[in-house]
């Protein structure tokens, strides 16, 4: 399996199969869709989901309720190659095994209502993947590589690093990255440095980068 960096939250998994693309949203350059056979949306922000990188492509789209009834109002065109899929479905998409997890976005602020969201974790080739969206919902198994959130209105580096130890992956990518400059992502890195167990990695790559 081969995972590549790309903007923000954007993923992308070449599998035995196929190439998926997680989570293509407006801070993702619109060319990390070329060459995908799917593409997987963990939930309705927009740092996650953009209709007009969708609409570039014909590729076929797996995603939650929530984000399908976004695009059945602004993308229809889009919408009409959306597969619905709900916590705990286990499907193939272009090869790759995926196992869907959790179903709520991360609390921003207790005035604010909850919105849905699912995570993936994507198999091929003896290795696993897990990319929560803005959740830190653990992914119930045992996993080698987990895409984690680094910076977030909901998110606190205190947080960031249980959520890495609780998942106890051998190698975490730091993802949702957008927010923070350079200077933060550094302090990230080396908080997760000193206080992730010797077995554990916690890596930052660039957009464009493989793991």
Partial sequence: MQITKLGHACVR???????VVIDPGVFTDPSALEGADAVLITHEHADHVHPDHLRDTDVPVWTIEAVAR?????????????TVVRPGDRL???????????EKHAVIHPDYD????????????????????????????AVDVLLAPVSAPWLKVSEAVDFVREVGAPTSL???????SDIGLDMVASHMANLLPAEQSFELREPGQRL
């Fill in 13 to 19: 998994v070449r599998g035995d199969g196929g190439v």
């Fill in 70 to 82: 976004l695009l059945r109002e602004q993308a229809p065109d889009v919408a009409a190659r959306v």
């Fill in 92 to 102: 193939t998409v272009a090869g790759t095994s995926v196992e869907v997890v959790g």
């Fill in 114 to 141: 909850r919105f849905d969201n699912s995570g993936y974790v994507l198999e091929s080739g003896g290795t696993s993947v897990y990319h929560p969206g803005d959740a830190l919902t653990p992914p119930g198994r």
């Fill in 174 to 180: 730091g993802i949702h990255d957008r927010v923070y």
